[in-house]
């Protein structure tokens, strides 16, 4: 037994042994080829490196136009050499216009016998228009040249293919550029190259690098892009708070505001960065922006901070209005640009300044609003104004532009522009606005609320939903306000004679002010019917009454008066004529309550039989309109009269209710010997 354990333990440690073995066999196999070499790891920095050379420098020129300046043969050591890197108007040459050539040499090393790498040139901004030319050929233009041009500026760099070359020897190749320079701008921006980074090498390099510059150059702008979609939303938001809320026209002049910026913003982007416009289109669709702008803030402010619009307010705004008409004078050489960037801001000033005396004034009068909005606003416009006036005066050489206006906020990895610094600060200032006038209107429209609830609670108290019949008479009466709160009012009352008063009527408008009215009228109602049951000497005083009170508003109204015997008197002053069975019964027309003094009502009188039935409605059933435009109209309603009120209501309320319902029947059931304990249940209401 021992001898087998001592066997089993040896031949583990053997095995164990052997696959140690063969992993350090593997091992070794693995990292044999690297040993096997012998040759390190060696990077020539002159073999292998691809060729990149800057082409900064000196060039030759020459103003003028000559197609032979294309030539590569062609003898240019007596022209004048200029720096690569700056235009032409800042070496001897200001306010230049029309043709200049440059030339220079390239030199290309000597190559192998294996194919040699395509090589390009890159080229930064050439205002306005150029074209290439390598070895006299033409390689490429950007923009147009005459006799078609156009004002257009490109901002970015170009690359050009270079013919390869296989030769032995060192061979120099020479490159002409024919410029066309705009005489728009020739007065306050040079022609030639804007910037150095010329270059020339590997066409693979040079793609990388074109890369390189643009996506630089969208860096650049990536303020404008956070601004423009900001402004895009946040001015979206704000038009839509005005579809919801149409009278309040203060939301859709602050949309406009922001939204006009926001566009701005995203057109500066594409004139900048990708060149899609042509300069005058550009300047137009910017001068448009710009004017609805400061036309949005005129109209915001003045609501807003509650400014009179007198003369000088109109016009400042007509002249914001025709302020892009001065930016397009250019065209047709009318006037020079600066000039016409110059009448561009005479006509914008005036909006500028009312806009800012009407902040502080209001600020200082402890206006919230303005107070809130007086530092944002006056940083966005006067910065605004201050910088275009210093580009204005720069270009007609009065003064330097200062450094402080052009160097942009850094903000690694990014740069921020001021004037869009102070625009997202000024977009800031209007969401803080909008919350606190969104604060506002909601706990106004919480109080008007509580209010609509309060007159809500006395209607009910005034009109009853239940109603106290009175013997020898079944009423019915529904009530369907069109809101919380209603204008229509009746009154069942047991007159002084023992019979019954019906008066049905109808406040013109809606919401709490009808409310209010009619919680007067029913005290009035219900006064004067203590001490007459004539209908007409009743609308007579409530007409008295409601004369003067009604502010130009008037009330109609239906008053009956029915006897135990069936004998009906009735006085109408405006209201819809009551129906008996289906059958409109005349009533003397009358004008409603509250428009003249002393006005006298009729009546009409007639005598009901046990078992007709009265039907009184307001305007609200007749005026019932279906989704079609259609009016539930005097047929329909005179053949629904015969129903049940509940029933009559709740058909006009389906086909369509605009207005308060109210319908009351009265089925007359005749005289009949009435039982002490009935009697003593009708109650006054």
């Known amino acids: 037994m021992a001898v087998a354990l001592t066997f089993r333990r040896s031949t583990l440690r053997t095995l164990g042994c052997l696959c140690i073995l063969f992993w350090l066999a593997s091992y070794s196999c693995a990292a044999q080829p690297l040993r096997q070499s012998g040759v390190p790891a060696v990077f020539d920095l002159d073999r292998d490196r691809k060729p990149l050379i800057s082409l900064d420098g000196l060039w030759r020129f020459h103003p003028g136009d000559d197609p032979n300046w294309a030539d590569s043969g062609y003898d240019d050591s007596a022209w004048p050499l200029l720096r690569s890197d700056k235009p032409w108007a800042d070496q001897g040459y200001k306010a230049m216009s029309g043709y200049g050539w440059y030339r220079f040499a390239v030199q290309l090393p000597i190559q192998s016998s294996s194919p040699s790498e395509p090589l390009a040139l890159l080229l930064p901004p050439i205002l306005t228009s150029y074209e290439v030319y390598l070895d006299g050929q033409r390689a490429g233009s950007v923009g147009s040249m005459p006799p078609h041009t156009t004002p257009h500026a490109s901002f970015e760099f170009h690359q050009f293919p270079f013919p390869a070359s296989s030769s032995p020897t060192p061979r120099t190749h020479h490159v002409a550029i024919r410029v066309w320079h705009s005489p728009i701008w020739a007065g306050y921006i040079g022609g ?20 390189h510059r643009r996506v630089s150059r969208e860096v ?29 026209h203060e939301y859709l002049w602050c949309a406009v ?10 057109f500066q982007i594409g004139y900048n960065i990708y060149g899609f416009l042509p300069v005058p289109i550009f300047d137009l669709l910017d001068g448009a922006l710009i004017a609805a702008n400061l036309v949005a803030a005129l109209c915001f402010f003045s609501i807003v901070l509650k400014a009179r619009r007198g003369l000088f307010w109109g016009v400042t705004l007509a002249l914001a209005i025709i302020s892009p008409l001065d930016v397009i004078l250019y065209w047709p050489g009318w006037l ?28 200082y009068q402890r206006d919230l609003d303005a107070r809130l909005l007086l530092v944002p606003t006056g940083l966005y416009i006067g910065f605004g104004f201050v910088f275009n006036l210093a580009i204005l005066l720069s ?30 600060i000024f977009l800031a ?10 604060t506002q209107a909601r706990q106004g429209e919480e109080r008007f609320a509580s209010q609509l609830e309060a007159a809500r609670q006395v209607q009910q108290v005034l009109l009853p939903e239940e109603i106290a019949q009175v013997p ?9 306000p069109a809101d919380v709160v209603g204008g229509d009012f009746f009154q069942i009352l047991r007159a002084t004679d023992g019979g019954l008063m019906v008066v049905v009527g109808d406040v013109a408008g809606k919401g709490l002010p009808a409310a209010l009215m009619v919680s007067i009228l029913v005290g009035a109602i219900r006064g004067e019917a203590a001490h007459t049951s004539d209908p007409g000497a009743l609308l007579a005083s409530l007409n008295e009454q409601m004369f003067g009170q009604s502010h130009g508003k008037f009330t109609t109204c239906l008053c009956l008066h029915l006897t135990a015997a069936g004998e009906v008197t009735a006085a109408c002053a405006g209201h819809l004529s009551p129906y008996c069975d289906g059958i409109e019964l005349h009533s003397e027309p009358a004008l409603p309550l509250g428009i003249i003094r002393n006005a006298r009502y009729r009546v009409s009188a007639f005598t009901l039989s046990p078992g007709q039935r009265l039907t009184i409605v307001s305007d609200g059933v007749l005026e019932a309109q279906s989704r079609e435009g259609e009016l539930l109209g005097f047929d329909r309603t005179r053949a629904m009269s015969t129903l049940p009120a509940a029933e009559i209501a709740a058909r006009a309320k389906a086909f369509g209710q605009n207005d308060d319902i109210t319908v009351v029947t009265i089925a007359y059931q005749g005289t009949a010997t009435e039982l002490p304990e009935l009697a003593s249940q009708a109650q006054v209401l």
């Open 192 to 211: 030639g190259p804007s910037r150095g980074d010329s270059l020339l090498g590997n066409a693979e390099l040079i793609q990388t690098e074109l890369i």
């Open 220 to 248: 650049i702008f990536v303020d404008n892009y956070v601004y423009a979609i900001a402004g895009l939303l946040v001015g979206l938001t704000i038009l839509g708070l005005f579809f919801f809320r149409p009278k309040e």
């Open 257 to 266: 505001l922001v939204l006009s910026l926001a566009i701005d913003a995203g």
């Open 336 to 363: 020079s640009v600066p000039a016409s960037a110059a009448l561009q801001l005479i006509c914008l000033l005036p909006s500028s300044l009312w806009l800012l005396v009407v902040l502080v004034r209001a600020a």
């Open 395 to 424: 270009q007609a050489g009065w003064i330097v532009m200062p450094d402080v206006l052009l160097n942009p906020l850094p903000l690694p990895p990014f740069t921020m522009h001021w004037i869009i610094v102070f625009d997202l």
């Open 429 to 438: 200032s209007m969401l803080a606005f909008l919350i606190r006038r969104f």
């Open 472 to 480: 020898g008479f079944d009423v019915e009466c529904i009530y369907e």
